[in-house]
């Protein structure tokens, strides 16, 4: 099984947060053995944008857990990140439900990325994800 990694994820491991760090390194180390961890290309460069973040810290992280990357993101990705995206942003301008803090389309592009490699989702936002995909299995670090 292929497991996509949200950015939010990874960046718990440098968090200052030692209850959360410690259950998704936990969880990474449980799940590197019988998954493929996968990233995308913008999960990536968030992790690197981060202020004040090591550049080699992200690409150890990655090597040592045996994750991949997905550089390449197919026109279907993008279209379907677009599509939500733009879907989610009607129903923050229509005000409908409690949508939580604003999002940007990166998010929507992780998850297009995930639902098209045919891969659950492990993530901190769960609530987004299942509203903007609901064919993607999307997991939290308390569900392994």
């Not at 990694?5 to 590197?32: A, F, K, R």
């Not at 810290?57 to 090597?63: K, Q």
């Given at each position: ?7 939010n994820?990874?960046s718990?491991?440098?968090s ?5 760090s410690?259950?998704?390194?936990s969880?990474?180390q449980?799940?590197?053995?019988s ?8 999960v990536?460069?968030?992790?690197e ?6 550049l080699?810290?992200?690409e ?8 991949k990357?997905d ?13 939500a ?5 009607a129903?923050?301008?229509a005000?409908s439900?409690a949508?939580g803090?604003?999002?940007i389309?990166?998010d ?14 492990l993530t901190?936002?769960q ?18």
């Amino acid at each position: 099984m292929t497991l996509a990694l949200d950015t939010n994820i990874l960046s718990t491991l440098w968090s200052g947060s030692p209850d959360l760090s410690q259950l998704v390194q936990s969880s990474l180390q449980t799940l590197s053995s019988s998954h493929v961890l996968l990233i995308c290309a913008p999960v990536f460069a968030e992790l690197e944008a981060a202020p004040k973040r090591d550049l080699g810290a992200v690409e150890a992280l990655l090597h040592e857990e045996g994750m991949k990357i997905d550089w390449d993101l197919d026109p279907p990705v993008w279209r379907t990140a677009a599509l939500a995206y733009q879907t989610y942003a009607a129903r923050r301008r229509a005000g409908s439900g409690a949508l939580g803090p604003g999002r940007i389309l990166a998010d929507f592009v992780i998850g297009a990325h995930a639902l098209h490699a045919d891969a659950a989702l492990l993530t901190l936002d769960q609530g987004i994800y299942r509203a903007a995909f609901p064919a993607l299995t999307v997991l939290a670090p308390a569900d392994l």
